[in-house]
């Protein structure tokens, strides 16, 4: 724990990004992030509810660095939607950008309030750091696999990944 309320904060993402042995930065607003081939995860505290009295909820956000155009978003929301029924995190959605391009963009929340601890904060940052990344593999193979193997996928849709 970093700081004297004892709740897990910038400080205590570092520290769990130095004991997994990953290298980490911060960006010009002083946002800490992890870049891996393909994607870059944010680890953002934010305000919680309509003032900062509500408190604060802990976010890791991964942005996909593959493009896709406009006109494959219905597809893309296809892949998604397999994917949000079988996955409990991390939530995923297009973004767009100027010109009409979209990229994908991930989350998962953790309210930080009374009771989290550093374990329990410790696994979940794990956990969805390693399922961004399983993610962006599972979406890859998916969209990179010959037209027969997606076919053959799409028929096992519902099985375990």
Known sequence: MANDSGAPDQGTVKRILDQAGLSYGTDGEGDLFAAWEGRRT????????????GGRVFTVRTFYERPFRAEDRPA????????????????????????????????AELPIGPGVGVEQFTVCLVAWVSAAGEFQEWLTERLDAPPTARAGRAARAGTKR
């Open 76 to 107: 893309l929301l296809d892949h998604l939607d397999v994917w949000h029924r079988g996955a409990m995190w991390p939530k995923v959605h297009t973004y767009p950008l100027e010109g009409g391009e979209l990229r994908l963009v991930s989350e």
């Open 42 to 53: 944010y680890f953002l505290f934010l305000p919680w509810g309509e003032d900062a009295a």
